[in-house]
């Protein structure tokens, strides 16, 4: 078998609730080419994944199992687009850290770097609407969004999905990499 050419990654970053996970199936749709959608969310919400056993302190404790799961899950990433897949990332980076970590892990690659942006209020409403997220995510999440850009570019998370994939498709198809995360891995 021939090493296949490296995949790109589309990274959405955004709040808990701002829509990352609907823009990411919307883009997939409309992308020329095909793209594997990569969320963690896979691994913490569908119930299959995670132990259900829950300790205080030991093994099992999220304490302890977080940094482990985050850590194979950005390794993950590499091994995906390293075998020739594209990607489009669903993520919210909480720490300088993180960001760091997929900087390092992603310099290989080409990354085009997208901002999920989110007025607050709107974020709180769909953290409401939705349920199944603590409260107070997405207004922590939207003082660290600002945190980590500058992006390749930011789209509005109150456009139909649809709207931003379309434009999110064309500008892709339009870009010149490296974009903006090489720049952070150089400094990671």
């Given at each position: 078998m021939r090493d296949p050419s490296p995949g790109s990654i589309i990274?959405?970053?955004g709040a808990s609730s701002a829509g990352k996970s609907t823009l990411a199936?919307?883009?997939q749709a409309q992308m020329e080419g095909p793209f594997l959608c990569f969320s963690l969310d896979l691994f913490l919400f569908d119930g299959k994944v995670l132990p259900k056993r829950r300790d205080h302190d030991g093994p099992y404790s999220w304490p302890v199992m977080r940094p482990?799961?985050?850590e194979g899950y950005f390794r993950c990433?590499?091994?995906?687009a390293g075998a020739g897949?594209?990607?489009i990332v669903d993520y919210i980076i909480e720490t300088h850290d993180?960001?760091?970590r997929l900087a390092s892990l992603t310099a290989p690659f080409d990354v085009f770097y997208v901002g999920v942006d989110c007025p607050l209020p709107e974020l709180e409403r769909r953290e409401r609407e939705r349920g199944d997220r603590k409260t107070g995510d997405a207004r922590r999440d939207h003082a660290n969004f600002?945190?980590?850009?500058?992006?390749?570019v930011k789209v509005d998370a109150t456009l139909p999905a649809d709207a931003n994939a379309s434009s999110l498709a064309r500008l892709w198809k339009e870009r010149l990499p490296p974009g903006v995360f090489r720049a952070k891995a150089r400094q990671a």
């Open positions: 990274l959405l970053n199936r919307a883009l482990l799961l985050f990433l590499g091994a995906l897949n594209n990607l993180q960001m760091n600002q945190t980590f850009g500058p992006y390749d």
